[in-house]
């Protein structure tokens, strides 16, 4: 299969299919010729249903399955990771599994945070310093300022460091010329209540 498809000039949305380059051994392709056979599905078909089948069966997140900590397959995910909008399929494989970024990714990713396109939906928990994402803010503030930046960001993302820089600083002023608001806003977690001691730690003077 291609290793990767090439960096596109816009945020163009995909075809109802798509055609990918498969090389198979030859007694892997005879197999799969004779298994399409019996399922009476061309090959071209039963490539594409066989790859279906093994998104159930690749873990994103391999969970300890103690207390409601359970894996978490392609397949599973499948509602949350895809979009027909390029941008928005981008940010939302980010957000979820930044580990799976590749180098050309984890830059335009990069770029987005410096440009505060990001922070209207970006916080951190008060307890535990985490990450946190408020999706409503994402949804109605930042995706559609990303959707009308992202033919842009391609762009200045291929130009290189100096095209990066550029384009980051041009945002930057936009966004500060419309008041958009660079602080990140941190959600407030509700205190504990098993014990009803816990949050008197602060308070004891020794």
């Not at 109802?16 to 007694?27: G, S």
């Not at 090959?43 to 069966?57: C, G, I, P």
């Not at 307890?127 to 946190?132: A, I, K, L, N, Y």
């Not at 095209?163 to 504990?192: C, D, H, M, Q």
């Amino acid at each position: 299969m291609s290793d990767e498809p090439k960096r596109r000039g816009g945020g163009a949305k995909p075809s109802r299919t798509e055609t990918v380059t498969v090389r198979l051994d030859p007694k892997l392709r005879y197999l799969a010729e004779i298994a399409a056979r019996k399922q009476r599905r061309t090959l071209s078909s039963y490539v594409e249903w066989a790859v279906e089948k093994s998104l159930e069966d690749v873990k994103l997140y391999e969970g300890s399955g103690y207390n409601g900590d359970e894996s978490t397959t392609v397949a599973e995910a499948a509602t949350l990771l895809w979009d027909v909008d390029e941008a928005e399929r981008f940010v939302k494989l980010a957000i979820r599994y930044p580990e799976l970024l590749t180098h050309e990714e984890q830059e335009r990713w990069k770029m987005l945070h410096d440009a505060a396109l990001l922070h209207p939906a970006r916080g951190r928990n008060s307890r535990s310093g985490e990450v946190v994402w408020n999706w409503a803010t994402l949804e109605d503030r930042v995706l559609p300022d990303l959707r009308r930046y992202w033919s842009d960001l391609l762009e200045a993302q291929n130009a290189g460091p100096l095209g990066r820089a550029a384009w980051v600083r041009k945002i930057n002023e936009e966004l500060e010329a419309r008041g958009v608001t660079f602080s990140y806003a941190t959600p407030k977690t509700p205190p504990k209540s098993s014990s009803g001691f816990d949050d008197m730690d602060a308070d004891i003077p020794f």
